[in-house]
């Protein structure tokens, strides 16, 4: 039972990075936003900081429309270690 409920967790992550990065290529801000917690914090490679899925959103609208403007990635899951049943450490290639 425990490996089939780890089945359906590791598929669900996989469809999660599938959906961010077919949202990423598409420059929708608004689905990659989505794809973070509603509460969560992020720090952008240029170290700006953004809180919460509207800052999230607006800083991807400002990178989507300038340098990122022609930005295409591919994410490929390498592994998922369940830390907890409701905490996985995902490792993520991305290109």
């Known amino acids: 039972m425990q490996s089939h409920m780890a089945d359906a967790d590791s ?31 992020f ?3 240029q170290g ?5 899925a509207k800052e999230l ?3 991807y609208v400002s990178i989507f429309g300038t340098f990122l403007k022609n930005a295409h990635r591919t994410d490929t899951v390498r592994s998922i270690r369940f830390m907890t049943p409701s905490i996985a450490q995902v ?4 290109k």
């Open 11 to 41: 598929a669900a992550i996989k469809q999660s990075v599938a959906a961010f990065s077919d949202a990423w290529n598409r420059h929708d801000s608004h689905a990659v936003a989505m794809r973070y917690v509603e509460d969560g914090d």
């Open 43 to 45: 720090s952008s490679t």
């Open 48 to 52: 700006i900081p953004s809180h919460g």
């Open 57 to 59: 959103e607006e800083h």
């Open 91 to 94: 490792d993520i290639d991305c």
